[in-house]
């Protein structure tokens, strides 16, 4: 028994960070019959809870909800007047909690989790350290403790104090102005967000909008916000930010443009939190990626493991708990000596992170996709075929929204006859983007998805009109 277990202080898994992964984990473990303690430095909840997917979700509804009921004759005369801001405000404050932890404390508590606050830090083998007091884990250490937002190289960003998603999600007064530096999701749910509230918002691309996406989502996305009254810069880059005494930001381009803002957010990407957590005690590098295998444990290590952002498997709070439950039960199976299930879509591996991703935009339009996109699957040597509907021919779009203007693009393997990869762009998609996800995580045949019959009239039928747009494997079309 060592010094640390004699004073109280010895686990079985000892997790650093309490998001959302952290807590998934830390749940899977204790249901496992093992002995578990959290480390976290900041808010119980972690960075989706206060800073992040929920207080932008929350920003971003009440937007949405008044263009859908705009999108409806009958209801949208019932609509007057523009969104009230300070309200907005305050309904995201209510899902925050007024960034109180409270209610998630209760929760570890409940769930038979101890927690223990403060900066942990590996110091070495099986060993946290937080402030002067040594914990030791018999069985693992996790570390879950996400990612921050990338700051670039660019003359004066660092004296022109930007904002990060952080500062816009929790932001207490709009401001008349916003820049935003990039073009992906944090930029184009702020962007979306804060046209909503009132400011005037540009928004500068290295190149195109949402590039990860399939481009005609990007596009959607892009006139959507142009028409209103965003203005939308791509191809360019910063080359200097200067804030003036009067507390105004000045971005000047590449291409020798001035914009000037209220504001400026930089939402270019996103670097590891493990630059002080004791990486280089281990062997590892300090400030960098962790690489791990399927189960989350990280490569040359029996003991130490890294689930969420930190592993750069895939930077999504859903993925990061999915990769946190496989975690916690390899773990427990391990220290029980069970034999793991670790091959593909085994329990005890997070085998959807290489192939089969689901991500949802909340931008307006929405943009909702999983698996690959159509030119990812030929870089990866897929002989695929694409289709795409016009969402807006579906009955139940037309019904949804006057003029429903969306798209649908699935990508099939030609040689395994299945979907691969789907994405949608149009209003409230996401609440279809579940059943694409089974489809290319179950490898459903496309010959059997004919006999998944959509009911009428729902957005649903645009399977139908993809499958037709397909055809059928006895068709002579």
Known sequence: MTESETAGHGYDVIVIGAGPVGENVADRTVRGGLRTLIVEKELVGGECSYWACIPSKALLRSGAALRAVRAVPGAREAAEGELDVAAVLRRRDSYVSDWSDEGQVEWLSGAGIDLVRGHGRITGEREVTVGDTRYTARVAVVVATGSAALLPDIPGLGDAAPWTSREATAVKRVPESLTIIGGGVVAVEIATAYTDLGAQVTLVARSRVLGGFEEFAG???????????????????????????????????????????????????????????????????????ID??????????????????????????????????????????????????????????????????????????????????????????????????????VSGASLHAEGYEGTARMVVDEDRGVVVGFTMAGPDVGELLHAATIAVVGEVPVSRLWHAVPAFPTMSELWLRLLEGYGRPDSTN
Do not use: C, F
């Open 219 to 289: 596009e959607a996305v892009t006139e959507a916000l142009r028409s209103r009254g965003a203005t939308v810069i791509t191809g360019a880059s910063p080359s200097n930010v200067v804030r003036d005494d009067a507390g105004r930001v000045s971005v000047t381009l590449d291409d020798g443009r001035v914009l000037e803002s209220a504001e400026l957010l930089v939402a270019t990407g996103r670097v590891p939190r493990t630059d002080d957590i004791g990486l280089e005690t281990v062997g590892l590098e300090a400030g960098a990626w």
């Open 292 to 393: 791990v295998d399927d189960t989350m444990l990280v490569r040359g290590s029996d003991w130490l493991y890294a689930a969420g952002d930190v592993n750069h498997r895939a930077l999504l709070t859903h993925q990061g708990k999915y990769q946190a439950r496989a975690a916690g039960d390899a773990i427990a199976a391990r220290a029980a000596g069970r034999t793991l299930d670790d091959g593909p879509w085994g329990t005890h591996v997070a085998t959807a992170d290489l192939s089969a991703v689901p991500q949802l935009v909340y931008s307006d339009p929405e943009v909702a996709a999983v698996g690959v996109t159509s030119v990812e699957a030929e870089r990866r040597g897929l002989r695929v075929r694409t289709v795409d509907v016009p969402i807006g021919n």
